[in-house]
C-alpha cells in the first residue's frame, strides 16, 4: 500500500488546487469521491453518483511520463470525469449507443477544460 500513497496524495492535492486556482472545479469535486484500482477501469471513470476510480497503472505511466507537468494532466483528467457528472452524462445517454455517447461527450468536454486551461499558458495542456 506504500507504493500507492504518492498516488493517493497526488488526488487530494489536486482539490487543494481547484479551490485555490479554479473555484468552479473545486466545488464540484467536493461533491466526488476518489479511489484507486488496477482492474475496473483502463484509465479513469465516474460513476453516476459521483464516485471517480483511477487505473494505479494509468496514472503511474502518467506520473512517468510527464514528470513535472503532471499535475497539470491530472487537473485536466480530473476535471474531465468530474465533467462527466456535472453535466449528468449518464442519466442523458438515454437509448443513445454508449461507446458513440462517451466519445462526442469527451470531444465537448476537452474542448471546454482546454479553454478552461488555457487561458494561463501555465496550464496548456
Known amino acids: 500500500m506504500k507504493t500507492l500513497q504518492p498516488l493517493k496524495k497526488d488526488i487530494e492535492n489536486i482539490g487543494y488546487r481547484y479551490s485555490l486556482e479554479f473555484p468552479f472545479w473545486g466545488v464540484l469535486s467536493e461533491r466526488c469521491s476518489f479511489s484507486l484500482t488496477k482492474h475496473l477501469v483502463p484509465t479513469a471513470g465516474i460513476?453516476?453518483?459521483?464516485?471517480?476510480?483511477?487505473?494505479?497503472?494509468?496514472?503511474?505511466?502518467?506520473?512517468?511520463?510527464y514528470g513535472k507537468t503532471y499535475p497539470k494532466k491530472l487537473l485536466f483528467l480530473v476535471a474531465h470525469e468530474i465533467a462527466h457528472f456535472a453535466f449528468e452524462h449518464a442519466e442523458r445517454q438515454g437509448?443513445?449507443?454508449?461507446?458513440?455517447?462517451?466519445?462526442?461527450?469527451?470531444?465537448?468536454?476537452?474542448?471546454?477544460?482546454?479553454?478552461?486551461?488555457?487561458?494561463?499558458?501555465?496550464?496548456?495542456?
Not at 486551461?117 to 501555465?122: G, I, K, M, S, Y
Open 47 to 65: 460513476t453516476k453518483t459521483g464516485h471517480i476510480v483511477f487505473n494505479v497503472d494509468f496514472l503511474k505511466g502518467l506520473r512517468e511520463q
Open 95 to 125: 437509448q443513445r449507443d454508449a461507446k458513440i455517447f462517451n466519445i462526442a461527450a469527451d470531444f465537448a468536454i476537452n474542448l471546454l477544460l482546454h479553454y478552461q486551461f488555457n487561458r494561463n499558458d501555465d496550464y496548456f495542456i
